[in-house]
């Protein structure tokens, strides 16, 4: 009798889940099939990117849900695909480079050089639209108008020397949508690395095309020192006067310390309790200058943080309606300012900035699930925090500039798990950080040596990216001590 063929978990679950697809009669929209974007009314949405000119990597693939109402693929993050031959470069580079410490003057990051203008950084606007358009006649005109602003860019940087960015045109259209849809919008950026995630040109357009006011959110302040976080609030009001600055952490009353963020990750976010809500709060108030009413929201932030230190949870805080929004509702989207007495915030981001735990902090509850995976948040939604105040959450979005690719790996932009080769960011981290004395590495090339030997010259041997790799490997698992370094992770929220 002939063997089985082997059939592994991974088969098994593709099947179960084209069964259930079947079952629900929705055979075509399975995460590989071109009608993924198909929505329960039949109608495809459109797909479009600059994949005629350049391969594109469509990456964080979410299984479909039972309900099957939303596909979750719809706003995954799409980069441009690197060629096998030049990961392989890169590897040879890494084995082959003596890794050697850069000068002050590199360890600097000039916002001027990330986003320059005259290269064109800016991001895709939507096209100039009427009432009177149908819902085709616009997509169309939207997607001419994208292909025309990548071929733009490209033709004015040369290839390679542009960070990876979002080339998913449904993810800008929610950009859009959101932006013209709120009345304020809150630009959320990581405290440690918040210039990659500040385009001016998006600051622009917001304050001086539309005529709204931003503000800044620097969140995960709890993970910098105090002067830190002050030096970088007076560097962005000198380059940016308009800006309204607030801080934010989702752990407050907690010192900065190296090893708080180990505990951060371990311990479990009390949404009321989070540094910075009234602040926000306050901002918004200065803003509208009493064109709406916000005591309602006053209150109810009141409301939670009491219910918080009574240990109530969802006995105690208010229920907060959430809405998902369909295209059909998003298309010719109402630029009055306050409409209806009510303050509408946009939500706006880089992927893996926090900005799903400062909406969870502002709802009072957990309503958007938290992930260290950049690019989670996959719909458009709207939360109703009290009649008055209505909060739109766009997908994570990263925009073209002209930073370093691996910087952007190593500040949680780009998901790590999805690398092709690690070397490279390795080599860059450990040129400009005391690698040795943190993680104590022998070098492989001694390691077939006597341990009182073994730990001569180590220090003096020419390391590369893939020592380091190949001698941490050797290290085995990494020790408990609160000063040891991970090379490459993904950063909490």
């Known amino acids: 009798m002939p063997r089985k063929k082997p059939f592994s978990n991974k088969q098994k679950k593709k099947q179960l889940q084209v069964k259930r697809e079947r079952k629900r009669g929705d055979t075509g929209s399975g995460p590989s099939s071109r009608n993924a974007s198909v929505e329960r009314g039949g109608e495809r949405q459109s797909d479009t990117s600059d994949s005629e000119t350049t391969d594109i990597r469509r990456i964080n693939q979410q299984p479909f849900g039972r309900d099957g109402r939303h596909d979750p693929n719809r706003f995954r993050l799409q980069f441009e ?23 002050d003057k590199e360890l600097e990051v000039n916002i001027n050089e990330i986003y320059p203008s005259e290269k064109g950084l800016c991001f895709p606007r939507r096209p100039s639209w009427t009432y009177e358009m149908t819902r085709e006649s616009l997509l169309r005109k939207e997607e001419k108008s994208y292909r025309d602003y990548l071929e733009d860019l490209h033709s004015r940087n040369p290839p390679g020397s542009l960070s990876h ?17 709120s009345d304020v919008i809150l630009l959320i950026v990581d405290i440690r690395h918040p210039v990659l995630q500040f385009p001016p040109d998006l600051y622009r357009y917001i304050t001086a095309d539309l005529h709204k006011q931003v503000i800044l959110v620097l969140n995960k302040a709890d993970l910098c020192p105090p002067p830190l976080v002050i030096a970088w609030k007076h560097y962005m009001t000198s380059q940016f006067p308009h800006l309204e600055i607030v801080c934010f952490t989702s752990h407050p009353g907690q010192s900065y310390n190296t090893v708080l963020q180990k505990k951060r990750m371990r311990k479990k976010a009390d949404w009321s309790r989070a540094g910075g809500l009234i602040d926000i709060f306050k901002a918004c108030q200065e803003i509208t200058a009493g064109k709406v009413d916000l005591s309602s929201w006053e209150q109810k932030i009141h409301r939670d943080a009491v ?43 880089f992927p893996n900035v926090g900005k799903s735990s400062i909406i969870n902090s502002l709802v009072g509850r957990k309503v958007v699930s938290v992930s260290r995976t950049p690019g989670h948040t996959k719909y458009f939604q709207t939360y109703y925090l009290t009649p008055t105040v209505k909060l739109c959450d766009c997908p994570g979005l990263v925009f073209p500039s002209r930073v370093n690719k691996q910087l952007q790996i190593l500040a949680g932009i780009y998901p790590v798990a999805q690398l092709q080769e690690p070397y490279t960011s390795v080599g860059y981290l450990c040129e400009r950080t005391p690698f040795l004395s943190v993680l104590k590495l022998k070098h492989p090339s001694l390691q077939e040596k006597e341990p009182h030997q073994g730990q001569q010259g180590t220090a003096e041997s020419s390391w590369t990216a893939w020592d380091v790799c190949e001698g941490r490997c050797h290290a085995g698992r990494p020790s408990h001590d609160p000063s040891s370094m991970p090379l490459l992770r993904e950063g909490g929220c």
């Not at 060629?83 to 050697?100: D, I, P």
């Not at 960015?165 to 849809?181: G, P």
């Open 81 to 103: 695909k690197e060629s096998k031959e030049e990961v392989e470069r890169r590897k040879k580079l890494a084995m082959e480079t003596v890794l050697k410490p850069v000068s």
């Open 165 to 181: 960015f979002e080339h998913n045109l449904e993810t800008w259209r929610q950009l859009w949508r959101v932006l013209e849809m």
């Open 307 to 349: 219910a918080e230190r009574l240990e109530l949870h969802d006995e105690g805080a208010e229920s907060v309606l959430v809405e998902h929004q369909s295209d059909s509702a998003l298309e010719m989207s109402n630029q009055e300012l306050y409409k209806d007495g009510v303050l509408t915030l946009g939500c706006i981001g």
